[in-house]
């Protein structure tokens, strides 16, 4: 059987990794990889997490299974997290929470589920989106559609296009929404945006899907949420899928969580009972470790204090960057407008350059970043700032 099985191509992301860590040259530069870097290139344990995790080490006492819902602890600090300890749809009991593998985890869940509930309804996605959203949710046999979002040459959101192509959706479908720091544009949508895309689902029936894993990373905990929290007040049915990966830097403890609002506490305990149900059938259940270190966190003042401060300094960080790239550009030989990368928002954003320009990045200057030219802003640093700008200048000036 398996001798007719054909090779399938890497990943693009995962295959620009392996050129990377292959590449001897000392001056590489990673701008492709989703994952926040300091200034030194590294990807750091946060010192709350560290001390969540000796925490940890001291108190727990079993390793037995936890239940599909995953911890019920872990599930109400981080539903308060997202939707604000005081929002409507928590005090009526209108929210199933499961903790999830990851983000990626809760998006499949989130897929399974809504298979269950109609084999017609499609789920609309942006142009573009996060690459492993196709698979993610195509996957599980749902009909995926797009609508407009990026204007790749004005460096904005189509956003009139974007609410044109979204009056075709019908009843019963989903529209996926980034709740903030657009992957791969960084584009986000203003109050009066989100607002708008609200009166949309509400006048044609269509149930928001949020995909939201950077709160805390693009303006703010509350105001990263502000998309999810009015949605949620304003909508009778919704999905919210988020990850721990980046704010609270748990990428491989692969830690996320799957919110279903329903339309009163009746519907939310059934749609709950569905979900973990499909949970049983897939993974049974989730690991344990990284939602143990959350719930501690946002369990303890002092702990969340030191995350939040932490998770500041990254978001400014990342802002930093923006403005001194945009800054350092101005300055150069570079011919063009960049300023749209510092009124965009999180780890991302597309350079505009060609493929063959992003392939010339890497060729002469062991610069990475996948061919679209999406580049990870926090993979930049005050001291390579000169040289990728540098490189920049000349793969421009020779192409």
């Not at 590449?23 to 994952?35: F, T």
């Not at 990850?243 to 609270?248: I, Q």
């Not at 709950?272 to 259940?285: E, P």
């Not at 890497?362 to 390579?384: E, F, H, K, P, W």
């Amino acid at each position: 059987m398996f001798e007719g099985l054909k090779a399938l191509p890497q990943d693009p992301i995962l295959s620009l990794m392996l050129k990377y860590q292959q590449d001897d040259n000392p001056a590489k530069l990673d701008l492709g990889i989703g994952v926040y870097k300091d200034e030194l290139g590294n990807t750091p344990i946060m010192q709350a997490v560290h001390t969540a995790e000796q925490q940890l080490l001291q108190s727990e006492t079993t390793k037995s299974y936890i239940a599909p819902a995953g911890s019920p602890l872990y599930n109400q600090r981080i539903r308060e997290l997202v939707f604000g300890a005081d929002h409507p749809v928590l005090r009526d009991n209108r929210v199933a929470s499961a903790q999830t593998p990851g983000g990626c985890g809760a998006l499949r869940m989130a897929a399974e589920f809504i298979r269950g509930c109609s084999t017609s309804s499609s789920v609309w996605v942006s142009t573009p989106t996060w690459a492993n959203h196709i698979p993610l949710l195509g996957g599980a046999g749902l009909p995926l559609k797009e609508y407009p979002y990026y204007d790749y040459e004005n460096k904005s959101i189509q956003f009139q296009a974007m609410l044109d192509t979204l009056e075709q959706a019908v009843a019963g479908d989903f529209v996926l929404l980034h709740g903030c720091c657009h992957n791969p544009s960084g584009a986000d949508l203003n109050r009066e945006q989100w607002l708008a895309v609200a009166e949309l689902c509400a006048r044609k029936g269509l149930i928001p899907f949020v995909d939201m894993a950077y709160q805390g990373l693009g303006s703010g905990l509350d105001e990263d949420a502000f998309g999810v929290r009015m949605l949620a007040e304003k909508m009778p049915e919704m999905l919210i899928a988020t990850s721990c990966s980046k704010n609270f830097g748990l990428y491989r403890e692969r830690t996320g969580t799957l919110f279903i609002v329903g339309a009163n506490g009746e519907q939310a305990a059934n749609a709950g009972s569905q979900l973990f149900s499909k949970i049983r059938s897939h993974y049974s259940m989730p690991p344990s470790h990284g939602a143990a270190i959350v719930e501690t966190i946002l369990g303890d003042q002092p702990l969340n204090q030191m995350w939040q401060t932490e998770l500041q300094g990254m978001r400014q960080r990342i802002l930093g960057l923006r403005e001194s790239l945009v800054r350092h550009i101005a300055a150069s030989e570079i011919d063009g407008d960049f300023s749209f990368i510092e009124q965009q928002f999180g780890m991302f954003s597309f350079l505009g350059i060609t493929p063959q320009q992003v392939e010339l990045l890497r060729t002469r200057y062991s610069i990475y970043m996948i061919d679209s030219s999406r580049m990870n802003v926090a993979g930049l640093n005050a001291q390579r700032m000169d040289y990728f700008v540098a490189a920049l200048a000349d793969v421009l000036k020779s192409s």
